[in-house]
């Protein structure tokens, strides 16, 4: 189900991506349909950097990030971060020499 993979951590970094690439993209082309295109684009950005899912709404479902993958019966993931070393965790010591 398309909605499961919007809630998803490989989903919501599709929705950032693709939302920040509009953003970008809409200001770079200097225009007022490329603004246009950048104001579009901070909702996808936005909604998922807060863990919300605008689409689930559409199928009756809530739009809660938790809560949906609560319901869908998805395995509720921790951080949209999860698996990125931590500056705590590092093997080397992060002065130069």
Avoid at 10 to 31: D, K
């Amino acid at each position: 189900m398309v909605v499961g993979f919007l809630a998803s951590r490989p989903g919501r970094w599709l929705r950032i991506v693709t939302g920040a690439g509009m953003v970008v993209g809409g200001l770079a082309a200097g225009t007022s349909r490329g603004a246009a295109v950048a104001l579009v684009g901070l909702g996808p950005l936005v909604a998922a950097a807060l863990d919300w899912v605008p689409t689930a709404a559409l199928f009756g479902l809530p739009m809660d990030g938790p809560t949906l993958r609560r319901e869908l019966g998805v395995s509720d993931e921790a951080s949209l971060l999860e698996g990125f070393p931590r500056a705590s965790m590092r093997d080397v010591s992060p002065t130069l020499h």
